[in-house]
C-alpha cells in the first residue's frame, strides 16, 4: 500500500529534551516536506526537500532541523524543544507537480 | 512570496445543496498548481482536486470542480450535491513550478453540512 508513515502518532516532552520524528514514504517520491498545523494558521510549511541531501527552508523552520540521507526518510529534528513548539505535525511526500501524500500526523506537546 | 487566502473560516451548508469554498491566491510565477485538500475531525489530509495554471478548462473531481478565474486569481471550490460526510475543514493550497517542493496552504474553511 503507498503510504507516508510518521512516528510516534502522539509525544509528549518537556522543554529541551531533544526528540525526532521520523517519516518513510513507500512511493519514490522526489518530495518531502513537513508542516506544522495551529488551530486558524492553517498548515505552514517547515522545511522541503527536493531529493536526497537537498533541503531548503520553508515558512517556519526556526528550531527545526532536518536531514534527507535516503530517498525515503525525512526525520524532523527538534534539538531542544520550547513549548511554542507544541502543535500537529504532517509530514507529506509527492513528485513534480503532483498532490501531496500526507502522513496521519503527530500530535506534540512541550511542556 | 507566495500567499493563499480563504476569506471564510466557516462556512453551512443544507444536504443536498451546493456549496462554493473561496480562494484566492497570489504570485508573481506564470507556472504553477493549485490544489484542494479536506481534513475531516479524524485528522487525515485527503487530496480533492487539481488545477494548473495552464489548464484552460476547469477541473471536476465526481461532486467536486474548481471555478478556475485566472485574472482574479482565484480557485474556488465547489461542492455539488452536500453529504453529511463533507463536513470538514478545507485548505487550499498552491505550489509554482520553478520551486516545486514549496507549497503554501491558506488558513482553510470549516465547512458544516447541516441534514
Known amino acids: 500500500e503507498a503510504q507516508v508513515t510518521q512516528n510516534p502518532r502522539y509525544l509528549i516532552t518537556v522543554t529541551g529534551k531533544k526528540l525526532t520524528v521520523t517519516c518513510s514514504q513507500n512511493?519514490?517520491?522526489?518530495?518531502m516536506s513537513w508542516y506544522r498545523q495551529d488551530p486558524g494558521l492553517g498548515l505552514r510549511q517547515i522545511y522541503y526537500?527536493?531529493?536526497?541531501?537537498?533541503?531548503d527552508k520553508g515558512d517556519v523552520p526556526e528550531g527545526y532541523k532536518v536531514s534527507r540521507k535516503e530517498k525515503r526518510n525525512f526525520p524532523l529534528i527538534l534539538e531542544s524543544p520550547s513549548p511554542n513548539q507544541t502543535s500537529l505535525y504532517f509530514c507529506?511526500?509527492?513528485?513534480?507537480?503532483?498532490?501531496?501524500?500526507f502522513g496521519n500526523g503527530t500530535r506534540l506537546t512541550v511542556t | 512570496a507566495q500567499k493563499i487566502t480563504q476569506t471564510q473560516p466557516g462556512m453551512f451548508v443544507q444536504e443536498k445543496e451546493a456549496v462554493t469554498l473561496d480562494c484566492t491566491y497570489d504570485t508573481s510565477d506564470q507556472s504553477y498548481g493549485l490544489f484542494w485538500y479536506k481534513q475531516p475531525s479524524s485528522g487525515e489530509m485527503i487530496f480533492l482536486i487539481y488545477q494548473g495554471s495552464y489548464d484552460e478548462q476547469n477541473a471536476t473531481e465526481g461532486r467536486y470542480s474548481l471555478n478556475f478565474q485566472k485574472a482574479r486569481k482565484s480557485a474556488n471550490l465547489v461542492i455539488s450535491a452536500s453529504q453529511l460526510g463533507d463536513s470538514a475543514m478545507y485548505f487550499c493550497a498552491m505550489t509554482i513550478r520553478t520551486n516545486a517542493g514549496k507549497s503554501t496552504f491558506g488558513d482553510g474553511t470549516t465547512l458544516t453540512v447541516k441534514p
Open positions: 512511493m519514490n517520491h522526489e518530495y
Open positions: 507529506a511526500s509527492s513528485n513534480y507537480n503532483s498532490p501531496l501524500h
Open positions: 526537500s527536493m531529493n536526497v541531501e537537498v533541503t
